[in-house]
């Protein structure tokens, strides 16, 4: 089977919920997902309902603002992925197994010609984990041993200067050893020692295309014949990095070095300026994000840290 070019995927995004009237129906927006579905875009990470705003947190309008800057990020991932030669393995990888986000950071991290790579990947997983973790069904109870660490994230969100993530994470082996981490631009918790922690790997991101959208054929042979590595490397990638990564945050080798990410709160500027929120509105902002987060996803992501 074919796969689709580059201007398909974009089509196919484009009729996503991003280019949905502001009076359009959730039908209207379940029906053009499903369509960017079959083009072989992922749509199925998030709750589609979130899309058409939540009440007391952020409108539609801020949603699809997030869309568009998440469409956007793919198209120049795919760019960057399909123009240098650096990440011609990724490339191959890509377009044969679906993407390896877990591999492509760990990679991209450990050299300075690739940071822009880097820094499309990782503003892409850490808004994805933002999205996933949303409820569109009201607010839910917090549960108790979260509760404490409410007015840390507010005193974080008013001290952070330009863009960035406040993670809420599991710091140690009990499940009450909770704190709050912060972030800048497009620094990431989520992947550390070549693993993804805190969510599933091989669950696709948020609008991940299926391919890195190159009509070109490949004409390197580096990932049949990879490079000699050291017994070190070796013992560090003994997953097959030529398909998609199932590492988890279920690990136990080194839950306290690296903590485990729960949930995140997305501090860029365009994700909550509106009408409801201003310049200096973080404070508010926390509060919503804090009642409308999915308690119950965040409590089953704690829960298998320690399984």
Do not use: C
């Not at 568009?68 to 890509?94: C, D, F, H, M, Y």
């Not at 996933?132 to 660490?149: H, I, T």
């Amino acid at each position: 089977m074919s796969r689709p070019s580059t201007s398909l995927l974009r089509s196919a995004l484009a009729q996503t919920p991003l280019s949905l009237p502001r009076a359009a129906s959730k039908i209207q927006a379940r029906t053009l997902l499903n369509a960017a579905s079959r083009s072989g875009i992922n749509t199925t990470s998030i709750d589609y309902r979130i899309l058409e705003g939540i009440n007391d947190f952020l409108p539609k309008e801020n949603f699809d603002r997030l869309q568009e800057w998440q469409v956007g990020l793919w198209n120049r991932l795919q760019g960057e992925v399909s123009n240098n030669p650096a990440l011609i393995e990724t490339k191959q990888k890509w377009d044969k197994y679906g993407l390896d986000m877990t591999d492509l950071i760990s990679s991209t991290a450990r050299d300075k010609n690739l940071t822009l790579a880097y820094n499309y990947a990782a503003l892409l997983l850490n808004n994805s984990f933002f999205l996933e973790g949303l409820s569109a069904e009201g607010s839910q109870q917090v549960p108790s041993e979260f509760k404490d660490l409410k007015e840390k994230l507010e005193g974080y969100a008013e001290g952070i200067v330009g863009g960035g993530w406040l993670w809420i994470v599991r710091s140690g082996d009990a499940s009450n050893d909770l704190d709050v981490i912060p972030t800048f631009a497009s620094g990431t918790l989520l992947v550390t020692q070549r693993s993804q922690r805190g969510r599933e790997s091989s669950l696709p991101l948020f609008a991940e295309p299926p391919t890195s959208g190159s009509t070109e054929p490949s004409t390197s042979s580096s990932s049949e014949t990879p490079h000699p590595a050291s017994s070190a490397e070796s013992e560090a990638t003994q997953v097959p990095l030529n398909k998609r990564s199932t590492r988890s945050f279920t690990s136990s080798s080194n839950r306290i070095q690296y903590p485990t990410p729960l949930a995140v709160l997305n501090l860029y500027e365009h994700a909550y300026l509106s009408d409801k929120y201003g310049v200096w509105s973080k404070k508010e902002y926390v509060n919503d994000w804090w009642k409308n987060l999915d308690w119950r996803k965040v409590q089953k992501r704690n829960a298998e840290v320690a399984a």
